[in-house]
């Protein structure tokens, strides 16, 4: 056996995921809609050996801590279990871009892992049992094993056999360009599964949240299958919005915003009042990701790196699905 990198990308939902509906299995309670970026990059690399009595973790280069490396060997061991492997791995595992502080590291560090441990050991799962092992270590991770545009479906069976990520349209279809706007490198506070956990067991409109989901994964299944953006726009910014208010509803309220965060909600409808082609979305962090069409983007970029609080920019295209790659690359 022999070390296999992979690299995958980071989605961001525009119908967004939170809340379980099992947490022992992590089966999401709402179905989320999800464009998988390119630019920022999760590299992965697996190696099973006879020689290792425990699994090795190394994030960006250093020896990962306990939680990390936990969350990698449970993710592991049911990949092991499929797959029928009894060694241990190490595993290398770097991003281009901030760790846990809302860019959704943990997705295509799923992705990546998942497709490297695979083809380690010459791929005995298919893309399904892939995306059900990665939605199982992180909800959101199933999605970035795909490119373009992705649903992850809750699913209604106990044993999480239809919660499963699959693509639904390549990025070519709408090739939709991203701004994000970083406000904060510090990694977020309160991380996404003790968050859900919290607002399922607090918020006031919890099953309003869980009951609106199939209605606007549809609108926005249409909105893109027919590239009308200003449908797209309403429906994304309102799950995102709706995600954040149900958040603070919990008790205590979670706020994932600071300052530049609103001030960027601001100046992404008021460019869209202008005529500019944009909608933001917002994850469990500060940072705000504009969506906007390609002509719309070097605009965009100019006015929300002027925005008070934004540290810098960054630039996304839709990019690939979860895929492995020479060392040389
Ligand atoms: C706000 O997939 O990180 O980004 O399943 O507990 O690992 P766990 O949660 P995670 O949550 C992502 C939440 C979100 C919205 C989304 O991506 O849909």
């Known amino acids: 056996m022999h070390t296999i990198t992979a690299i995958a990308h980071p989605n961001i939902a525009l119908i967004k995921y939170w809340g379980k509906r ?13 464009i998988t970026l390119n630019t920022l990059e999760t590299h992965t690399s697996v190696n099973f050996s006879a020689e290792l009595s425990v699994d090795q973790v190394y994030l960006n280069k250093a020896l990962a801590g306990n939680t990390f490396s936990a969350r990698v060997s449970a993710c592991l061991n049911e990949f092991r279990k499929l797959a029928g492997i009894d060694k241990f791995a190490s595993v290398h595992t770097n991003n281009n871009f901030p760790t846990a502080a809302g860019l959704a590291s943990s997705a295509s560090g799923f992705a990546a892992l998942l497709t490297a441990a695979n083809a ?8 399904r049992q892939l995306a059900i092992l990665a939605r199982q270590a992180s909800g959101s991770a199933g999605r970035s094993l795909f490119g373009g545009y992705v649903i992850q479906h809750c699913g209604q069976q106990n044993d999480g056999s239809d919660s499963y990520a699959e693509p639904l349209f390549p990025a070519k279809h709408w090739p939709l360009e991203v701004v994000i706007a970083i406000t904060s490198e510090q990694e977020k506070t309160t991380g996404s599964t003790a968050g859900m956990l919290h607002t399922a067991a607090t918020a006031p409109y919890w099953q309003a949240w869980v ?28 799950s995102c919005l709706a995600m954040h208010a ?7 309220g ?3 915003w600071n300052a530049a965060t609103v001030e960027l909600i601001h100046k992404i409808r008021h460019l869209r009042a202008s005529g500019l082609a944009v909608f933001f979305t917002i994850d469990a962090g500060p940072q705000v990701k504009a969506v906007c069409l390609p002509e719309a983007a070097d605009k965009v970029e100019a006015a929300l790196a002027n925005v008070p609080g934004v540290l810098r920019t960054l630039r996304c295209s839709l990019g690939a699905g979860a895929r492995v790659v020479n060392d040389a690359e």
């Open 254 to 256: 979670l706020l994932y």
């Open 211 to 238: 009951d609106r989901s199939a209605e606007d994964i549809h609108a926005a299944t249409t909105a893109i299958q027919q590239r009308d953006f200003s449908a797209l726009a309403e429906v994304a910014e309102a």
């Open 22 to 34: 099992d947490t022992a299995r992590n089966l999401p309670a709402t179905h989320s809609l999800s």
């Open 120 to 127: 380690a050991v010459e791929s005995p799962l298919d893309l």
């Open 246 to 252: 149900l958040m603070q509803s919990a008790r205590p």
